[in-house]
């Protein structure tokens, strides 16, 4: 989460543990930034007199768990206070602050993350408009394809308890006192994060009408839903019954290895040069995507995070 407040908020800076950056004489920005046990940034930005602070859930250490929320978001400030490297004005920050950056993220008890990949990768709704990437070795990213940041959006799925293992996350384990309890917490555990990037984002996703941290907090919107409703389509068809004739195409399908480029060098070398070409292969592209929709996982992610 990322809020911009007040410059006033800020006070007994230690300036030794803050990075200076000036032009001319001018002080722009002091700014501290740490990415162990977890992440954190704090800005003074002088140029624009307001207060920049950045991080992350894990600031909750011990109540990681409970993640970001009404709850939890001044422990999170207070927590900045006990590193010494400055004082927040807690109260005052939580009732005058902007969220121009966060992530959204459900965590969901299932044991299926190759089979929600699968069924990504063999469901996006538009194969031009969305993308997928792989993201570490135990989940799929999901990124609309646009120029302009304020309509990008962002999903990452992936096992929570395998990410918290993975040694980027040895220092925070090692910070809290109850390590064994939080992995015990992600164990079985599928992680909805999305990434939310712009103000306008903020807004239109969460339906809030400002930025205001109890706005975003408050929120009653699903936009982890909202965005798999967009990229991910769910063809509700029952299993049609198979022709002769497609039989006949499955078996050139199966011995091409479901390569489409094999499949139509053998259909050019067994037909006619009257043959049209296009008319044949949208018959072997209809029939391969029948049968990968009906091979794909029986799982509803739309249900999951419903």
């Known amino acids: 989460m990322k809020l911009v407040t007040k410059i006033d908020y800020i006070s007994d800076i230690d300036y030794s543990k803050f990075i200076l ?32 602070l950045e991080f992350t859930g894990k600031i909750l250490l011990d109540n990681y768990t409970s993640l970001i929320c009404t709850g939890t978001a001044m422990d999170c400030l207070s927590q900045i206070n006990r590193l010494g490297i400055c004082h927040l004005d ?4 939580m009732e005058d602050c902007n ?16 089979d929600i990949i699968t069924n990504v ?14 993201y570490r070795k135990e989940g799929i990213t999901i990124e609309n394809v646009v120029k302009t940041p304020r309509f990008k959006k962002r999903l990452i799925i992936y096992d929570k ?7 980027d996350n040895r220092h925070f ?36 009408p400002n930025n205001t ?15 798999i409703d967009e990229a991910i389509k769910y063809n509700i068809c029952q299993q049609r019954t198979m022709t002769l004739r497609d039989y006949e195409h499955s078996l050139l399908l199966k011995e091409c290895g479901y390569d489409m480029s094999a499949v139509e060098a053998k259909v050019r070398a067994l037909s006619a ?9 949208k018959v072997y592209k209809d029939l391969y995507s029948q049968i990968q929709t009906e091979a794909a996982p029986n799982i509803d992610i739309r249900a999951l995070v419903a």
């Open 99 to 114: 969220v121009v950056k966060c992530d959204v993220t459900k965590d969901i008890e299932c044991n299926q993350m190759q």
């Open 21 to 52: 950056n000036s032009k001319e004489d001018s002080i722009l920005y002091y700014k501290y930034q740490q990415e162990r046990p977890f992440y954190l940034m704090v800005m003074v930005n002088y140029q624009h007199n307001e207060l920049i």
């Open 161 to 167: 308890a395998k990410e918290l293992q993975s040694a």
């Open 213 to 227: 941290l109890s706005a975003v907090l408050t929120s009653k919107a699903n936009p982890i839903l909202s965005v």
């Open 90 to 93: 807690v109260d005052s920050i």
């Open 173 to 208: 384990l090692n910070a809290v006192s109850n390590p064994n309890e939080i992995l015990s917490y992600f164990n079985n555990k599928i992680r909805f994060e999305l990434n939310i990037n712009t103000m306008d984002q903020i807004r239109n996703l969460l339906n809030i």
């Open 273 to 281: 040069k009257t043959t049209s070409i296009t008319r044949v292969m």
């Open 121 to 134: 990768r063999q469901n996006l709704s538009n194969y031009k408009k969305w993308v997928t990437k792989p």
